[in-house]
């Protein structure tokens, strides 16, 4: 059964790095048609794209503007997961984060979201 | 602001079609297809349509999907309470290089 299973701290300190991981059921990380994606939710700004990583025939990623400076996504291929680091954080980055694949152009299958807090 | 407009809010009576609006520009919607996610209370968004008009198999025809232009628009027929939810539009945006999304719009079963 395809699945994405969500993972990481629920509370973040301003100024620091918010880290997420994403394990992969069902597919791979490095499958050739597929993206593997963050996408977060808040209240003030809706669902907001945040980045992606992919395989074909070697890895790409690509970051949402907003947060270009501060983003990294990781696959890892031996965990069959993929990663979110946000530096530099505010409370503004408060928000639910989500992973989700995209194929075919949609996004078919979501995590069920972690709700990050950043508060001292 | 999201980069498509939906309106914030629908509403609808049993049994009835309602039909949301997504307005985006000429670098994304007008050169790319567009989803429609449905977000149920409490829970992530899970795809509803694609590619403008493509329903899953699990989805009911009761739901539809058209584009045209830089707008595009999901519409319910036959409204049932299990209908009440958010839903959002999508695409990709190639001026952006990124998926921008519509803002939401809160679904109430009357």
């Known amino acids: 059964q395809e699945q994405l299973q969500q993972s990481g701290p629920g509370l973040v300190k301003p100024s620091q790095t918010l880290s997420l991981t994403c394990a992969i059921s069902?597919?791979?990380?490095?499958?050739?048609?597929?993206?593997w994606n963050w996408i977060r939710q808040s209240p003030s700004r809706g669902l907001e794209w945040l980045g992606r990583?992919?395989?074909?025939?070697?890895?790409?990623?690509d970051y949402a503007l907003s947060v270009k400076s501060r983003i990294t996504i990781n696959p890892d291929t031996s965990k069959n997961q993929f990663s979110l680091q946000l530096n530099s954080v505010t409370p503004e980055d408060t928000a639910v984060y989500y992973c989700?694949?995209?194929?075919?152009?949609?996004?078919?299958?979501w995590g069920r979201g972690t709700r990050v807090t950043v508060s001292s | 602001q999201s980069v498509l407009t939906q309106p914030p809010s629908a509403s609808g009576t049993p049994g009835q079609r309602v039909s949301i609006s997504c307005f985006g520009s000429s670098s994304n919607i007008g050169r790319n297809t567009v989803n429609w996610y449905q977000q149920l209370p409490g829970t992530a968004p899970k795809f509803l349509i694609y590619?403008?008009?493509q329903r899953p198999s699990w989805v009911p025809d009761r739901f539809s999907g058209s584009k045209s232009g830089t707008s595009a628009s999901l519409a319910i027929s036959g409204l049932q309470s299990e209908d009440e939810a958010d839903y959002h539009c999508a695409a990709w945006d190639d001026s952006l290089k990124a998926w921008v999304f519509g803002g939401g719009t809160k679904l109430t079963v009357l």
């Open positions: 990583t992919y395989y074909r025939s070697k890895w790409y990623n």
């Open positions: 590619s403008n008009n």
């Open positions: 069902g597919d791979s990380v490095s499958s050739n048609n597929a993206a």
């Open positions: 989700a694949r995209s194929d075919g152009g949609h996004f078919d299958l």
